[in-house]
């Protein structure tokens, strides 16, 4: 009875794990499937930008705005992202979708959410030896039902996929105006700067996080779309950008590069 007990147990386990596997097997990669895309065509399309062709470098988010405004520092870009909720996953399938996508750099964040506990009925067949005249044979005796308990722990993942532009125009990350920020400044018109790309033309005349741009040369900058016509239309020029810092209006004289300016939409960080 023992032995036979031992084979019940054994096809049991076999059959949850025969299950499990099928169901691994068969997923597709979510990390692509869930994709957003902020560029809208191929990055090997873009002048603009740089791409690779290798695995991209794979960073774990440890605290997702400080890492993601470090990256938009450094003079990334995000080219798309993919949030979900799913169980445990191997990191590797972001970097393989992050190298389909020629990206350089994908940052990840997993943030446990819940756990889901369940059973899992499973049915094996009982064997037991039997023999008859010096013969040996094997006989069915019935099918046996067990419940197999089972824990899945469930994770939200956000993965961002980032590649470098090759030579920022002016090099500032920028957001609309936020009703509060309407309030403070008085004014419904401009944007505020949310990082400056080190050795950009704005890194260099000294703009800085949390400055609000009013204007570019004679342009008034409406909202962040306005910002980036502006940049594309002088660029390649010498201008100035009116801005308020602390209260007070200032004026910063800079030569924008040449070239095609970057969307210059402050990345988000939380989806």
Request: overall charge negative; charged content about 20%; proline content about 4%.
């Amino acid at each position: 009875m023992r032995t036979e007990m031992r084979i019940v147990q054994f096809l049991l386990l076999t059959a949850v794990l025969l299950v499990f596997a099928g169901v691994a097997g068969g997923c597709t990669n979510l990390f692509q499937a869930a994709y957003v895309d902020r560029l809208g065509q191929p990055v090997t399309a873009v002048p603009a930008l740089e791409h690779a062709d290798e695995p991209p470098r794979l960073m774990f988010a440890t605290h997702l705005a400080e890492d993601v405004r470090g990256l938009v520092e450094e003079g990334y870009v995000m080219m798309g992202y993919s949030w979900f909720n799913a169980e445990a996953l191997n990191a590797a399938e972001a970097v393989e979708w992050g190298q389909t996508l020629h990206a350089q750099v994908v940052l990840l964040s997993q943030v446990f959410t819940n756990a889901e506990i369940d059973a899992m009925p499973v049915t094996a067949v009982q064997y037991y030896g039997g023999g008859f005249r010096g013969r040996r044979s094997v006989m069915v005796e019935s099918g046996v039902t067990g419940y197999v308990p089972y824990t899945v722990n469930r994770y939200n993942y956000d993965a961002s996929y980032w590649v470098k532009e090759k030579m920022p125009v002016l090099g500032a990350r920028v957001y609309d105006l936020t009703p509060e920020l309407r309030q403070q400044l008085q004014r419904n018109k401009g944007v505020v700067v949310y990082a400056v790309v080190k050795g950009s033309p704005a890194w260099d005349v000294g703009l800085l996080p949390g400055d609000a741009v009013t204007a570019i040369g004679t342009r008034e900058i409406g909202d962040a779309a306005g910002f980036q016509e502006a940049v594309q239309e002088l660029a390649g020029q010498k201008t100035e950008l009116k801005i308020m810092r602390g209260g007070q209006a200032r004026t910063l004289a800079v030569t924008l590069r040449a070239g095609e300016a970057m969307p210059a939409t402050a990345p988000a960080t939380a989806r």
